[in-house]
C-alpha cells in the first residue's frame, strides 16, 4: 500500500519552463489536493479536486492548472514557470469531510532559476 | 482567513509539557492537528469535530472550545521523538470538500 505518491522528488527549471507535478493515491480517496509550503508560510492551498472531473480553485492558484480524470492521479501543472513559484509542492488526499485526515504525499521540490 | 498558532517555537526538556494554541476568526467545523519533521511530509495526529469530543493520539491530546474558535494541542511528558513543526488545519463548512487552511506552525524542540 503506497499511499500517496508524488514525482520528481526535485526538479530545477528555467523562468518560463512548464512541467508537471504527478501526484497518484492508491486508498481509492475521493478528495485530493495540492499545497506549496514555504519557509515560515506553513501550506497554501492551491487547487482541490472532490472527485474524478471536479476540480476547483484554492488560496494561490495563478500559474498552476490541474485535471482530474481518474480516481488515483492528480497531476499539477505549471506554465511559464517564474521564480515565484519556488517552492515545496506536496499532494494530499482524503476519504471525504468527517473524522479523517489527510495522507500527503513526500512532496517535490521546484527551484526556479 | 490563516488560523493563528501560539508560540511560534517552544524548547522542551525531556519529560516536560507544553501546549500549542490554533484560532481562528471563522466558525469550525473541524481542526487538525499535523507534525512535520524537517524535509519530511506533515503527518496526521487527530482530528477535532464540532460537537466532538476531545482526542488523544499516544501522549498528544487536544480541545476544540467551539466558543472561542479555538483548538488545544497538549503534549504530556515530552519525547525527543516530539520535535518537529506543529500545524493545525482548520475547515468551514461548505461544499469545498473538506479543504483544510492551515496556521503557519509551531516548532517544538524536545531536548535531553
Request: proline share 4%.
Amino acid at each position: 500500500n503506497a499511499g500517496v505518491t508524488q514525482t520528481p522528488k526535485f526538479r530545477i527549471l528555467k523562468i518560463g519552463q512548464s512541467m508537471t507535478l504527478q501526484c497518484t493515491q492508491d486508498m481509492n480517496h475521493n478528495y485530493m489536493y495540492w499545497y506549496r509550503q514555504d519557509p515560515g508560510m506553513g501550506l497554501k492551498l492551491i487547487y482541490y479536486s472532490v472527485g474524478a472531473g471536479i476540480t476547483d480553485k484554492g488560496e494561490v492558484p495563478n500559474g498552476y492548472n490541474v485535471s482530474r480524470s481518474t480516481t488515483e492521479d492528480f497531476p499539477l501543472r505549471l506554465e511559464l514557470a517564474a521564480p515565484s513559484q519556488t517552492s515545496v509542492y506536496f499532494c494530499a488526499s482524503s476519504y471525504g469531510i468527517g473524522n479523517y485526515g489527510y495522507t500527503f504525499g513526500s512532496g517535490t521540490r521546484l527551484t526556479v532559476v | 482567513q490563516q488560523p493563528v498558532q501560539s508560540p511560534q517555537a517552544v524548547i522542551l526538556r525531556e519529560g516536560e509539557d507544553a501546549v500549542i494554541n490554533c484560532s481562528s476568526s471563522k466558525a469550525l467545523y473541524s481542526v487538525h492537528w499535523y507534525r512535520q519533521k524537517h524535509g519530511e511530509a506533515p503527518v496526521f495526529l487527530m482530528i477535532l469535530l464540532k460537537g466532538g469530543e476531545q482526542m488523544r493520539h499516544e501522549k498528544i491530546s487536544a480541545s476544540f472550545n467551539e466558543k472561542k474558535q479555538q483548538s488545544s494541542l497538549y503534549l504530556t511528558a515530552s519525547q525527543l521523538s516530539y520535535s518537529g513543526t506543529y500545524f493545525c488545519g482548520t475547515a468551514i463548512l461548505t461544499g469545498g470538500g473538506n479543504k483544510l487552511t492551515f496556521g503557519t506552525g509551531t516548532q517544538l524542540k524536545v531536548e535531553l
